[in-house]
T-cell receptor
Framework: GAGVSQSPSNKVTEKGKDVELRCDPISGHTALYWYRQSLGQGLEFLIY????????KSGLPSDRFSAERTGGSVSTLTIQRTQQEDSAVYLCASSLAGSSKNTDTQYFGPGTRLTVL | DQQVKQNSPSLSVQEGRISILNCDYT??????FLWYKKYPAEGPTFLISISSIKDKNEDGRFTVFLNKSAKHLSLHIVPSQPGDSAVYFCAASATQGGSEKLVFGKGTKLTVNP
């Protein structure tokens, strides 16, 4: 499969625990995004990685959230000390992000459904 | 403050008729607009896009119209098919900033009845 993959597909955790969500982008895509969708809401931007540039973290809701992208490929989103309001579907997307400023199509993974009890 | 608004949470149409999904935005810096389609338990899939230099883009049964002065765009699906039943998200980006993050609306659930 050549699409964006995410793991786990579902995660149930207890309040206060840390969780790690993984994203494998499409091979060759230099841009990687994390979004989340809370119940009844649209997708909310969290963080954006582009090549070796400093990531755009402007969407992270608190300092409990962090993300890394190792080797320009796989990314991990970490949520520390989870709260019930963190419950959402976390979606990863990747794009070619070529030189054109006309937005490259973002291809989404299936998401990780996080439930914090 | 919602920058992208889809005011209709749901829409129901008959197979073969036209579906019109609407989207309004407030940020005049947005210069690229997209529609994504989402089935349950799947990630959104790209459907069609339009740059702010255009007012119409057509791809098969799907046409997106952009009215910049009204900060409004719409997606027309004609003829509608039962397989089009999904949640449709409108999204926008301001590419001048370099970060191509998308701002999404809350979505409109389209049901096409056979």
């Amino acid at each position: 499969g050549a699409g964006v993959s995410q793991s786990p597909s579902n995660k149930v955790t207890e309040k206060g625990k840390d969780v790690e969500l993984r994203c494998d982008p499409i091979s060759g895509h230099t841009a990687l995004y994390w979004y989340r969708q809370s119940l009844g809401q649209g997708l909310e931007f969290l963080i954006y990685f582009q090549g070796n540039s400093a990531p755009d973290k402007s969407g992270l809701p608190s300092d409990r959230f962090s993300a890394e992208r190792t080797g320009g490929s796989v990314s991990t989103l970490t949520i520390q000390r989870t709260q019930q309001e963190d419950s959402a579907v976390y979606l990863c997307a990747s794009s070619l992000a070529g030189s054109s400023k006309n937005t490259d199509t973002q291809y989404f993974g299936p998401g990780t459904r996080l439930t914090v009890l | 403050d919602q920058q992208v608004k889809q005011n209709s949470p749901s829409l129901s149409v008959q197979e073969g008729r036209i579906s019109i999904l609407n989207c309004d935005y407030t940020n005049s810096m947005f210069d690229y607009f997209l529609w994504y389609k989402k089935y349950p338990a799947e990630g959104p899939t790209f459907l069609i896009s339009i740059s702010s230099i255009k007012d119409k883009n057509e791809d098969g049964r799907f046409t997106v119209f952009l009215n910049k002065s009204a900060k409004h765009l719409s997606l027309h699906i004609v003829p509608s098919q039962p397989g089009d039943s999904a949640v449709y998200f409108c999204a926008a980006s301001a590419t001048q900033g370099g970060s191509e993050k998308l701002v999404f609306g809350k979505g409109t659930k389209l049901t096409v009845n056979p």
